[in-house]
């Protein structure tokens, strides 16, 4: 296949991919949020709709990890439309029966959360498939830019769909978003078949990328870091708590341009592990600026500088891990990606929470930024090490 360049990508097969990617991220996206405001007038309040939000992030956690670890080799369009068909369902039910008992919503926010999540990793490795190798980097930032653009777009619209009409309302347009989303992956092209990995070879394999992972759940501890402590950092700075949701739309923003930036070039020096570690270095540096310059200039040059290169980091993360894995189990080997993200994230919440009863938000901002540090060097050394045991054993057979 010859080279596509992003304006190829928009084209055949691909095409298909993006409004697969597009319309099976939105929905993700949407119901943390739509489910706290579904449950703002009920009994209960806003404390369900952290509970039922709880529970949706869980059970796509657990979801990954179960489902994601049968997936097998390019058989991907079957499980996958079909998880993604369960879920529109139980979403849509949810938007029917909005006065049922709390039980039945955390049932059906289970079903809608679990068997989609192995949609991420499912439509990355399939899209590889679907253009040259050195398009392949380019594919995988337009990945990132989507779920970046899906995450700016969902609060505002939830906001309008449940503040200015009804609290049922953005179910029902993520029950059709899932459900368009499973109709574009029953059109992709067939993948090619691939050499199977035996059973003990996959364990050995996707087990030996746990660095990797420690990397994808490091950069969801930081950027939840930033995220859950913006609001209280700019109150403690006397800076209107509004401008929490503005600087984090601004990340989304600059982070879809240094994902664009990223997917201009074939290769940029280095390998992708080292990329991938350099960038987390240089995401987690701009998080520090977020919490040591004063004001909302300082909140806003840290967040905005750290989205530039965030979009960067998830790509060659993704790239670094398609390098480790055989071919057939880079689908399961991104859904235990995705795991690793859902950990890192509900960790940094916790634990954001823990130092904020404590100290200063900048002190919480600072302490993620540590924890963050040290998870990065820990993957580095330890893929370092795998690196050169290899030749140690060659060096004494020889």
Not at 20 to 36: C, G, H, I, N, Q
Not at 68 to 85: C, Q, T, V, Y
Request: net charge positive; hydrophobic share 55%; proline share 6%.
């Amino acid at each position: 296949m010859a080279r596509m360049g992003y304006r190829g990508l928009a084209t055949g097969g691909v095409a298909v991919w993006l409004v697969a990617t597009l319309f099976s991220r939105l929905p993700v996206a949407m119901m943390p949020l739509a489910l706290v405001f579904f449950a703002r007038e009920a009994p209960g309040g806003y404390a369900v709709g952290a509970v039922l939000a709880a529970v949706y992030t869980i059970a796509e956690t657990v979801g990954a990890l179960v489902f994601g670890a049968r997936l097998r080799g390019s058989f991907l369009r079957r499980p996958l439309g079909i998880g993604l068909l369960i879920s529109a369902f139980a979403v849509g039910v949810f938007a029917l029966v909005p006065d049922a008992p709390l039980v039945v919503h955390i049932l059906l926010t289970v079903v809608a959360g679990a068997p989609a999540a192995i949609a991420p990793g499912s439509l990355r490795s399939l899209v590889t498939g679907l253009v040259a190798e050195n398009d392949v980097p380019r594919a995988l930032s337009v990945d990132t830019m989507l779920n970046q653009a899906a995450w700016a777009l969902s609060p505002a619209i939830v906001s309008v769909l449940a503040l200015r009409f009804d609290a049922s309302l953005p179910f029902a347009v993520a029950a059709v978003s899932t459900a368009l989303s499973a109709l574009a992956v029953w059109r992709l092209p067939a993948g090619k078949p691939v050499p199977e990995t035996p059973a003990t070879g996959r364990r050995r394999a996707l087990w030996s990328a746990w660095p990797v992972y420690l990397t994808s759940a490091a950069a969801m501890y930081l950027l939840a870091t930033a995220e859950l402590t913006l609001p209280a950092l700019l109150e403690d700075r006397g800076v209107a708590v509004g401008w929490a949701g503005a600087l984090l739309t601004g990340f989304a923003v600059a982070s879809i341009v240094g994902g664009f930036c990223y997917g201009l070039r074939d290769r940029w020096p280095g390998s992708y592990r080292t990329q991938s570690n350099l960038l987390l270095l240089v995401v987690t540096l701009f998080v520090a600026v977020m919490a040591l310059l004063p004001g909302l200039p300082g909140a806003a040059i840290g967040l905005l500088l750290a989205g530039l290169f965030q979009a960067a980091l998830l790509t060659a993360r993704n790239l670094s891990l398609r390098e480790r894995l055989p071919e057939d189990l880079h689908a399961t080997g991104y859904s235990m990606m995705y795991v690793g993200s859902g950990v890192g994230y509900g960790v940094s919440g916790m634990a954001s929470g823990a130092v904020l009863a404590i100290a200063s938000p900048s002190v919480a901002v600072l302490f993620g930024v540590g924890v963050t540090a040290l998870a990065g060097v820990a993957g580095f050394f330890t893929e370092r090490r795998a690196e050169r045991r290899p030749e140690m054993v060659s060096s004494k057979e020889s």
